[in-house]
């Protein structure tokens, strides 16, 4: 079958089966263009009985436990990334103590930060994502003429509002327009989400109750710099790819909170059901296990065919090389592995820098956003671990007039307790009361909150008394945060770790700018807003060793603060009019190759605060539809 393949020359060749790759194969496919799908990691399974099969054995509940490669060897320990096939970053490797071992952190970094997010290679590896669709808002995509900061986007928000729609009905979407409406959002006349909002939890009420029982004042709020008086700060439904209610064949949300790392009932869409879709054309053929490592240019600067090296699953050793031909390319390989391959791709000193890469801006501006998490426990019982993981947030917060001097923020409100943040609750919780320890910090008195030994030791109806009373008062939520679309943030090629296929690791480059961290500063102000109104008490701790952890002055006094990846990984093949300052247009079509695009959220000019996967879907479907529009053929 392999030699079969490599003799076809086909439409369109796509590498990686993510959002972007798995919508625009589908509509190739309804078009009736023969496309096949080069995709690095494991096949589609029929079903996700091995992911959850291996979720619930896995030592460590982390977002890439349920989905291969393993994490750990039979040794307990972190494999090395050396002898992986398709190797990928996870949390497990971003700790204090090696986020800089190449032997067990898949990513190279050089710092001078880490950077936080992680993916997988199968199916892109989303079947793991939130589902969080917030649309970008109008002023992102033009920030350079509107705040004099960065550079704006070639497309404005009217010219993808059509797209969104469009991924919207794909995906399926629950939400509320009116309640959508801030920041200038605006919809098409008449328009309606594909199913009703997900109700607000229990938690989002309170928090909505607190900020909002009186009026705000200026003094409350001024730090924000909004350019007018905020009285009130409203708490939104998010959009999410969510079933509210029944929608092509999928079951409503059972509010399981284990939407992270995988849906079991599979209410959330994810490229897998796109996948089929496009498999079911009759146009669409995928290649899985095959990690594409060299882009062929030949006349006229057109990519003539894509190198591949395919591996056997269990032993992850090389099994075949092969070359993929087609009219037309399409690289979806997310935001770290498409600058990758392009670097890798020098066609014998003709690209010197590497395909796609005369403007020498492939691999920069890596953008990610910086999430900055705290945690308290409410005075009553606000009940937790109900529902999806996020069902609402604060967003009218993340434009406005101090964009010119910080970073926007938009703030997430988690409804799985402290269970991200304090490394698996409820069970810490539950072991620090039975074991008389304090890992979660709840087992003391509050003077002695960071000792390791607990106050109390329980059983029976005083342990789930006390835990009862606990569990059901756990508040946590994050702030996304703006990031500086920096050329020195970026992802070059290891010259001295390669992975198991002998090909180079991806080297990061990483930090934050002073206009991000003015960003934090803005956000921890708005936690003590928020952690007064609700009237928290404030169980946040930042360890010293964090290598994420830095220090600003704030209101007199100096405050620690840190970050987590939020996933959500930007950057690295800019978008833009100017073939000198950008690497594709604004149809994702490469300035230098006419054949060759190059998708995802790896595009983005800028990051705003908005979730990227509902933009990289609309951006993909209008992709989609260039390829089909223009003539190919040589």
């Known amino acids: ?125 989303t079947s793991h994502w939130l589902g969080t669709c917030l ?97 009130k700060i409203p708490v939104r439904g998010v959009p999410a790819a969510r079933n509210s209610a029944p929608y092509r064949n999928r079951r409503a949300c059972a509010g399981n909170t284990n939407c992270i790392p995988i849906c079991p009932i599979q209410a959330k869409y994810d490229p897998t059901i796109t996948l089929n879709d496009a498999r079911n054309t009759g146009s669409v053929t995928f290649k899985e296990r095959s990690v594409a490592y060299d882009i062929v240019v030949g006349a006229n600067d057109l990519v003539t065919e894509i190198k591949y090296k395919r591996y056997e699953t269990e032993t992850g050793k090389e099994t075949e090389r092969g070359s993929i031909k087609a009219k037309v390319f399409v690289i979806a390989a997310n935001t770290i592995e498409t600058p990758r391959l392009l670097l890798m791709s020098t066609n014998g000193g003709r690209t010197p820098r590497g395909v796609a890469n005369r403007s020498d801006m492939v691999g920069r501006n890596l953008m990610d956003h910086p999430y900055y998490v705290v945690w308290g426990l409410s005075p009553k019982k606000i009940y937790p671990y109900r529902g999806p993981l996020i069902t609402s947030g604060i967003g009218d917060l993340c434009d406005g007039p101090f964009r010119r001097e910080r970073a926007a923020f938009r703030v997430d409100i988690g409804n799985e307790g402290w269970n991200f943040v304090v490394g698996g609750d409820p069970n810490v919780t539950t072991l620090d009361f039975v074991n008389g320890l304090n890992k979660s910090g709840v087992n003391a008195p509050l003077e002695r909150r960071d000792s390791r030994l607990g106050d109390e030791e329980l059983f029976g109806k005083q342990l789930i008394d006390r835990l009862n009373e606990k569990f059901t008062r756990q508040f946590r939520c994050g702030f996304l945060i703006e990031q500086t679309p920096d050329r020195d943030n970026r992802v070059t090629l290891s010259s001295d770790h390669k992975d198991g296929l002998g090909l180079p690791r ?10 991000t961290r003015r960003g934090f500063v803005a956000a921890h102000r708005m936690k003590k807003l928020l952690f007064r109104k609700m009237g928290l008490d404030d169980f946040t701790k930042i360890d010293n060793d964090d290598p994420t952890r830095f220090e600003e002055e704030i209101d007199g006094e100096r405050v620690a603060l840190n970050y987590t990846g939020a996933g959500h990984i930007m950057g690295t093949c800019r978008m833009g009019d100017d073939p000198k300052q950008s690497v594709v247009d604004k149809f994702q079509r490469s300035h230098d190759h006419k054949n060759l695009y190059l998708v995802g959220s790896s595009t983005f000019p800028t990051g705003a605060t908005a979730n990227p996967t509902l933009t990289l879907a609309a951006l993909s479907l209008q992709t989609a539809r260039h390829i089909l529009d223009t003539d190919f053929r040589r």
């Not at 096949?43 to 099969?53: A, L, T, V």
């Not at 800089?100 to 930060?113: F, H, N, S, V």
């Not at 900061?149 to 794909?170: G, M, Q, S």
């Open 1 to 125: 079958m392999a030699g079969e393949i490599d003799k076809i020359l086909w439409d369109v060749a796509i590498v990686g089966s993510g959002f972007a790759g798995a919508l625009i194969a589908n509509e190739l496919g309804k078009g009736r263009r023969r496309v096949i799908i080069v995709e690095a990691g494991e096949g589609i399974p029929p079903n996700i009985n091995k992911y959850m099969s291996r979720f619930y054995s896995a030592t460590a509940k982390v977002p890439e436990s349920p989905y291969t490669p393993e994490i750990f060897g039979r040794d307990r320990k972190l494999i090395d990334p050396a002898t992986v096939a398709a190797g990928r970053p996870t949390v497990v490797s971003l700790g204090a103590k090696n986020w800089r071992e190449p032997k067990e952190a898949y990513l190279i970094q050089t710092g001078p930060r880490p950077f936080g997010s992680t993916y997988d290679r199968v199916a892109g590896g």
């Open 135 to 231: 649309r970008f808002a109008p002023n992102d995509f033009k920030m350079k003429s509107q705040y004099g900061r960065f550079v704006d986007w070639p497309i404005k928000y009217k010219d993808l509002n059509v797209w969104y729609e469009e991924a919207e009905k794909e995906l399926g979407v629950s939400a509320d327009v009116d309640e959508q409406r801030y920041c200038d959002i605006e919809f098409s006349p008449g328009y309606n989400y594909q199913m009703p909002k997900i109700p607000n939890s229990t938690t989002d009420q309170y928090v909505n109750e607190s900020l909002n029982k009186d009026p705000l004042t200026e003094v409350e709020t001024g730090f924000l710099g909004m350019g007018k008086p905020v009285t």
């Open 506 to 515: 991806p080297q990061i480059s990483y930090n934050l700018s002073d206009y």
